[in-house]
């Protein structure tokens, strides 16, 4: 399976800042997806990223606070725009096709003081 | 609302018994279904993946999927400390292009 690179692994903010995610693949995927993983929680789907389009969001999520880019198709990245201590969660990116498993880079540990 | 449910645990097992972990699905129509197991403060982690009704046994791991009651399980024979971990069901979204929803996990521990 790909290998996923996301940085940073985890950082501490400030409110009211933004922090940006990167999500490497070592192979050219058409599919990448972010998600968010609140403590104690399972993974909720922020958005889908497809090369060449703008990203789908899910139900609660906007672009205005999850700007999403996909420059090509072994790269993305994810924004978390004017953050407050309820941003504070894991976010992770993967990559999966339509009935395939996804895989999953390492996660992002954000915490926002 | 298309949902994915499983009981939150924490189960616990003894060494060396099964672990039977157990999830419902509401979209009749999802095909593909995936068993995850994620370590405290790391990412998931891929282990079973099914997609017919009956058993699939990869090692010690077995998943049982049934369309008709909806219903998807893992079992884990022999289980080891090591298996420590919360386990996430997943399945996929029908018509999309690879969503999956998960469930919200059970936590599993065995006992040495």
């Known amino acids: 399976s790909a290998v996923i690179s996301q940085k940073p692994s985890r950082d501490i903010c400030q409110r009211g800042t933004s922090l940006t995610i990167q999500c490497q693949v070592d192979s050219q995927v058409t599919m990448m997806f972010w998600y968010r993983q609140q403590p104690g929680q399972s993974l909720t789907l922020i958005a889908t990223?497809?090369?060449?389009?703008?990203?789908?969001?899910e139900s609660g999520f906007v672009i205005d606070k999850f700007p999403i880019s996909r420059p090509n198709l072994t790269f993305s990245t994810l924004t978390v725009s004017n953050m407050s201590p309820e941003d504070s969660s894991i976010y992770l990116c993967?990559?999966?096709?339509?009935?395939?498993?996804?895989?999953f880079g390492d996660g992002t540990r954000l915490s926002i003081l | 609302q298309k949902e994915v449910e499983q009981n939150s645990g924490p189960l616990s097992v003894p060494e060396g018994a099964i672990a039977s972990l157990n999830c419902t699905y509401s979209?009749?129509?999802?095909?593909?279904f995936f068993w995850y197991r994620q370590y405290s403060g790391k990412s998931p982690e891929l282990i079973m993946s099914?997609?017919?009704?009956g058993d699939k046994e990869d090692g010690r791991f077995t998943a049982q999927l049934n369309k008709a009651s909806q219903y998807v399980s893992l079992l884990i024979r022999d289980s080891q400390p090591s298996d420590s971990a919360t386990y996430l069901c997943?399945?996929?979204?029908?018509?999309?292009?690879?969503?999956?929803?998960f469930g919200k996990g059970t936590k599993l521990s065995v006992k040495p």
């Open positions: 990223a497809n090369q060449g389009s703008e990203a789908t969001y």
């Open positions: 993967s990559v999966g096709a339509a009935n395939q498993p996804q895989h």
């Open positions: 099914i997609y017919s009704n």
């Open positions: 979209d009749r129509v999802s095909q593909s």
């Open positions: 997943a399945v996929n979204v029908e018509g999309s292009q690879g969503n999956l929803i």
